[in-house]
């Protein structure tokens, strides 16, 4: 049984014939924990290589999107549709100055960007895209997530800080007040389907999501939890900080929020992490209320490939919405949102924790 | 707990403060506590160039005060020179500047909906609205060659006829233009988040609104029924069929709703004048020994007299622009050039009223009934 | 019986004399008086301040407010007539606060003190220009430049040669 991506990179090698030789030469040395090093290595490397393009694609995808809606064409000049417009920014990106205000600290100015980074891509770590498709199946995989999430106001924090402007002030404290207040309604609402499950474990999530009712419903959580699948949907886009609730960006108000005054490749980490963290927050949705990667398996072709093809379908469904509805709503103001956060989606959260409850115990599913 | 004053200067360099305008704002966390308004960045000192410049030679610099809509400026001021002259213009003309300067409310509108909602977060009206504006933009190039400063009106008249194609190709924007404020509607009435970002905020009572000296949809938003169109009818506005746009509330939702209801009152002029326009192609006053216009191309515009001197006298004239009332105070003391030129900006006088609104609210509302009072930097500035 | 007319007959001390101005009533109002003046007007349903304009005559200075009464749908035209040397002008800033701003644009252009505004500083003109562009002895010759200072505030010289410029 192979269980994650590790054994899958083992077990492809074996395939092709070549495992056994490659650790009889690490073994005959005595290094054979180097080889292992090396695999979770190449599963980095993979992971990140697909984070990046993801994000490149995202990135493109959103300003098709958005000229959809507004009857334009969006990019159109570099590449087949402008699909290699992502690579143009990066380039105009990369060759941009690195302004460091004078008043402001540097090293946590520096600094900032890389943290808001860094957990974006931890958060893929229990994610699974797939089949054996997860870089590691951690016993507490969600509270892993919801405690990595949890982590990235703290570096919009350092990175308002830092700047020394107000602007970015306002958005950092913004951000926090706003992670805070759905972190809460959040895990709320994680907790209802870990009821059910019994596990944190992710890959046990999505395995409680298999097989269908009465041959045509699939069992996914959002059947059963559709109040809880509104609340953390909701939830979530406060989470990633996107239109109707993109305080720390706000930009009509706050002329750039926490990243006013960052320039160049800094600018571009904050929005690698933005589109990395939208990638991964919609995944979690999927893995969670959408069935993760069940689906339908295939004759002939490997179920690995069928359930990633799966989940991306149903991840990029979830990402066009996210997109959709910022193009047809505006921002609501900062003390609504955390009425609205405080108010209604935390008593709502409890009380759909309740009645999960009542429905566990009473056994009806 | 002890907290600390902040001092947020909100410009002249921001997204949404439409130009270079700068708020001084005193904010006691997200509320604002005192706000401080600064302008004059873009001030070209128009009403000085006014007295330097021959009447005639005046007009382009009007176009530049409100840059969006050029032909009721242009309009105000040949109407003030009229009036001291007593220059009578031909029905022609009048229903061309009656045509281009609804047809120019309807834009104004338009970018006031699709900056208000870009201010607001939601960037796709702005897009839209730019779509029609466009087709706008085309005809107003088919009449007289600008997009945007037009220098089509003139005293006495207008520089030229209306160019072959140019009913079918308004009919059809008259067409279109109907359904797409259907469209626009459906987008941002019905949005809850709109609702809730425009309702009661930024409330500002009758009383207090006229006090102010509050003109325009941003008078009518508070429930006075006021409309120099009506008041103080002038061109053909007496023969037409139009009602007073008016919201009771006072507050930015309701500054919203009488600019919306003021396009489709627009559009219902329009057709009007379409339908009703006069034949006989004479488009300018042949006093002054001007030539009399016949609907000849535009090399006749030469025809306007490059120099002329209205009698000397004082007169104060103001129309109903986009924005508000916009009057022009001549001053001649019977040479070609005006003596004193003062222009009463629909947006200065406005703005006046933002700091009464805004205490006590916080930065978001600040932009949102910002955005429904609908100031051009050019004409706060001059 | 015109607006003008029935102000004379209200005031008879206050104004100086009446007239038409274009279709619309004009009286010329003493100086001294003008706060008494604004409050009858203010009285007689004149709720909307137009505009005020300041005009120099080089021998004197008019001040002209234009009114309209949104009640009764008649305009209102006021003349005060200053003198050349220091002019100095009751604020009506306690009546309309419209007239606020149009009181400071008018120093600030035409160089008429408003006693008692409640914050008489310029406004379309950063502060320290020199002179006032709409008299008709405005120094045009001297150029002036307006610089950032140190705090954030506009700051106004003679002296443009430390800026960059197209010769």
């Known amino acids: 049984m192979i269980e994650n991506a590790y054994q899958l990179i083992v077990y492809v090698l074996t395939l092709l014939g070549v495992y056994e030789w490659i650790y009889g030469i690490f073994q005959s040395f005595g290094i054979d924990y180097v080889l292992q090093i090396i695999i979770v290595f190449v599963e980095i490397v993979i992971l990140f290589a697909f984070v990046l393009v993801t994000v490149m694609f995202l990135t493109w995808m959103e300003r098709k999107v958005v000229a959809m809606v507004q009857s334009r064409y969006g990019p159109m000049v570099t590449g087949p549709r402008g699909l290699l417009q992502p690579v143009m920014d990066g380039v105009k990106l990369i060759g941009k100055e690195d302004i460091i205000p004078a008043k402001a600290d540097r090293w946590i100015f520096t600094l900032a960007p890389f943290i808001v980074f860094i957990p974006a891509l931890l958060v893929f770590i229990p994610l699974p895209f797939g089949k054996s498709l997860i870089i590691s199946d951690l016993r507490v995989g969600l509270l892993y997530i919801i405690a990595i999430s949890a982590m990235s106001p703290v570096a919009l924090l350092l990175a308002g800080w830092a700047s020394n402007n107000k602007y970015s002030l306002m958005g950092a404290m913004r951000a926090v007040a706003q992670d805070i207040s759905y972190t809460i309604p959040l895990a709320l609402t994680a907790i209802a389907v870990v009821m059910f499950t019994g596990s944190l474990s992710t890959v046990d999530i999505v395995n409680a999501q298999g097989g269908t009712w009465f041959g045509i419903i699939p069992k996914w959580f959002i059947f059963i939890q559709p109040l809880g699948f509104i609340l953390f949907l909701i939830a979530s886009i406060a989470e990633m900080g996107r239109i109707p609730f993109d305080f720390q960006e706000s930009e009509s108000e706050l002329v750039a929020g926490f990243f006013t005054e960052y320039s160049g490749m800094k600018f571009a980490m904050f929005f690698l992490a933005e589109y990395a963290h939208l990638f991964a927050v919609s995944g979690i949705i999927v893995t969670l209320f959408l069935g993760g990667w069940e689906g339908p398996a295939l004759p002939f072709i490997p179920v690995q490939l069928t359930s990633l093809v799966i989940f991306l379908i149903k991840t990029y469904a979830v990402i066009f919405f996210a997109m959709w509805l910022r193009d047809t709503v505006p921002r609501v103001r900062i003390d609504q949102l955390l009425n609205l956060g405080w108010k209604i989606m935390v008593p709502l959260a409890v009380l759909n924790l309740l009645l999960t409850g009542f429905i566990v115990v009473a056994g009806v599913i | ?382 | 019986m015109n607006a003008a007319e029935e102000l004379k007959r209200l005031l008879p001390n206050a104004v100086v004399s009446t007239g038409i101005q274009i279709n619309k009533p004009l009286a010329v109002i003493r100086k001294e008086e003008l706060l008494k003046v604004a409050e009858d007007v203010k009285e007689m349903g004149f709720d909307h301040l137009s505009v005020i304009t300041g005009i120099d005559y080089t021998d004197r200075f008019e001040v002209v407010y234009n009114f309209f009464s949104y009640g009764k749908k008649q305009n209102l035209v006021l003349k005060v007539i200053l003198g050349h040397d220091n002019p100095e002008i009751d604020s009506l800033t306690t009546f309309w606060k419209g007239a606020d701003w149009l009181e400071r644009e008018t120093y600030d252009l035409v160089g008429i003190r408003f006693t008692g505004h409640p914050n008489l500083t310029r406004i379309l003109l950063p502060e320290g220009w020199i002179g006032h562009p709409l008299r008709k002895d405005y120094d045009m010759k001297t150029e002036q430049f307006v610089m950032l200072g140190e705090d954030g505030e506009d700051v106004v010289s003679t002296d443009g040669s430390k800026l960059l410029r197209r010769k």
């Open chain 2, 1 to 382: 707990m002890e907290t600390e004053e902040l001092l947020l200067n909100m410009g002249p360099v921001h997204p949404s403060t439409h130009g270079v305008l700068r708020f001084k704002l005193r904010m006691d966390g997200e509320i604002i506590k005192e706000c401080n308004i600064v302008m004059g960045y873009l001030h070209r000192g128009t009403e000085k160039l006014g007295e330097m410049k021959t009447y005639l030679q005046f007009t382009p610099y009007t176009d530049r005060l409100d840059y969006i809509s050029a032909f009721p400026n242009n309009y105000a001021y040949a109407k003030a020179i009229e009036e001291l002259a007593g220059i009578e213009v031909p029905l022609r003309a009048e229903y061309i500047r009656v045509l281009t300067m609804e047809l120019n409310r309807i834009i104004n509108h338009l970018v006031f909906m699709g900056s208000l909602l870009m201010d607001l977060g939601a960037a796709t009206m702005i897009m839209w609205g730019f779509r029609e504006r466009e087709k706008a933009l085309q005809l107003f190039e088919m009449l007289c060659g600008a997009r945007m400063t037009f220098n089509y009106i003139k005293p006495g008249g207008v520089r030229d006829d209306l160019p072959d194609g140019f009913i079918p190709k308004l009919n059809e924007f008259l067409k279109d233009m109907e359904k797409r404020i259907d469209d626009y509607e459906q987008l941002i009435n019905e949005n809850e988040i709109f609702l809730m970002r425009m309702k009661n905020i930024g409330v500002i009572s009758a009383q207090e609104a006229i006090n102010y000296g509050l003109t325009g949809p941003a008078l009518r938003g508070s429930g006075v029924s006021y409309d120099i169109r009506k008041l103080e009818p002038y061109s053909i506005y007496p023969d037409l069929d139009f009602k007073v746009c008016v919201q009771s509330e006072g507050d930015s939702f309701a500054r919203y709703m009488v600019r919306v209801d003021e396009m489709r009152e627009s559009l219902h002029i329009l057709r009007q004048v379409v339908d009703t326009m006069p034949e006989a192609k004479i488009v300018a006053q042949a006093k002054y020994g001007i030539a009399p216009m016949t609907g000849m191309p535009s090399a006749v515009s030469t025809y306007f007299p490059r120099i002329f001197a209205p009698p000397a006298g004082e007169v104060y004239s103001r129309i109903e622009a986009p924005k508000g009332e916009l009057g022009f105070y001549i001053v001649s003391d019977g040479t070609t050039k005006p003596y004193r030129v003062k222009i009463r900006s629909p947006s200065f006088c406005n703005l006046t009223a933002i700091p009464r609104m805004v205490v006590g609210l916080k930065i978001p509302d600040l932009i949102a009934a910002f955005g429904t009072i609908d100031v051009v930097l050019g004409d706060v500035d001059r």
